[in-house]
C-alpha cells in the first residue's frame, strides 16, 4: 500500500510539473531607449536633465569671468589688430600684399610684439607681459 501511495504521489506531483510547463510562455524582448536624443520618450528629458544637475557637483561662479563693456570693447580692439598683422605677415611672406608691414616693436592689449627680417626669414617674437610666456614665429618668404 505504501509503495501505491509514493507511486500515486508522484504520478500527481508528475503531471503537476507537466501542466505547469505547458502554461509557461515566453514573449519577445524588445529595448526601448530611455534617452529622448536616442528615440526614447520626450516626457523624458527634464527628468534627465534634472537628475545630472543633482550629481553634478561643480558649481560654476558666472561673475568672475565677465568683463565690462570697456573690456570687452578692448579685447575686441586687440583682436582685430593682431588679425590683420597676422593676415599682413602671411601675405608678406606669400607675396600677396604690396605693402609691406613695417619691423619694429609693437605693444598691443597686453602683448608686445617684435617683428624683425632679415630677406630670408620673418622673425615674431611674442611676448605675453600678464604670464611672461613667450613664443618666437619664423616665416619665410617664397617668391612665385
Not at 545630472?52 to 560654476?60: D, G
Not at 565677465?66 to 597676422?86: C, G, H, N, W
Not at 626669414?121 to 600678464?130: E, L
Request: net charge negative.
Amino acid at each position: 500500500m505504501k509503495k501505491l501511495l509514493v507511486c500515486l504521489m508522484s504520478g500527481v506531483l508528475c503531471a503537476l510539473f507537466l501542466v505547469n510547463g505547458t502554461v509557461a510562455a515566453a514573449s519577445e524582448l524588445v529595448y526601448t531607449p530611455i534617452n529622448p536624443s536616442f528615440g526614447g520618450n520626450p516626457f523624458n528629458a527634464q527628468w534627465l536633465l534634472d537628475s545630472a544637475q543633482v550629481q553634478n557637483k561643480f558649481k560654476e561662479d558666472y561673475t568672475s569671468w565677465q568683463k565690462t563693456p570697456l573690456e570687452e570693447f578692448q579685447d575686441m580692439v586687440s583682436r582685430q589688430i593682431l588679425y590683420r598683422m597676422a593676415s599682413k605677415i602671411v601675405g608678406e611672406a606669400f607675396g600677396e600684399y604690396g605693402e609691406p608691414l613695417e619691423p619694429g616693436h609693437y605693444e598691443i592689449g597686453s602683448y608686445i610684439i617684435d617683428i624683425s627680417t632679415d630677406g630670408v626669414v620673418m622673425t615674431v617674437v611674442i611676448v605675453d607681459i600678464v604670464t611672461g610666456d613667450t613664443t618666437t614665429i619664423e616665416v619665410p618668404y617664397y617668391e612665385f
